[in-house]
């Protein structure tokens, strides 16, 4: 049984960065042929994915976030980390790090691991 948790600061300033960790556990982020994705949910909104790292350590984002996100991995620690900088209010949102098959991003139904979300509030 694979597990994913979410940690990091709950509120975070505007401009500021954000970032968060998923540690995962029961499987490993370096097994063919999985991405470990965030994804992260507004309130009132839908699900928007924001980017993914696969299994080989490759990189993809959501285009209309690219500039702001860079999302990385420590194999030694099983984990995959998140940094979405200059934020906004707008960036307030429950945030989830999720496992899927590569290639099925915005496929929310593929994912079959998913981590409990994580509030994060953009305030001054």
């Known amino acids: 049984q694979v597990q994913l948790q979410e940690s990091g600061p709950g509120l975070v300033k505007p401009s500021q960065t954000l970032s968060l960790t998923c540690t995962v556990s029961g499987g490993s982020i370096t097994t063919s042929y999985y991405a470990w994705s965030w994804i992260r949910q507004p309130p009132g909104k839908g699900l928007e994915w924001m980017g993914a790292?696969?299994?080989?350590?490759?990189?993809y984002y959501r285009p209309s976030l690219k500039s702001r996100t860079s999302i990385s991995r420590d194999t030694s620690k099983n984990q995959f980390s998140l940094q979405l900088s200059s934020v906004t209010p707008e960036d307030t949102a429950v945030y989830y790090c999720?496992?899927?098959?590569?290639?099925?991003?915005?496929?929310?139904?593929?994912?079959?691991?998913w981590g409990q979300g994580t509030q994060v509030t953009v305030s001054s």
């Open positions: 999720a496992r899927g098959p590569e290639g099925y991003y915005s496929e929310y139904d593929e994912y079959d691991y």
């Open positions: 790292i696969a299994y080989d350590g490759s990189t």
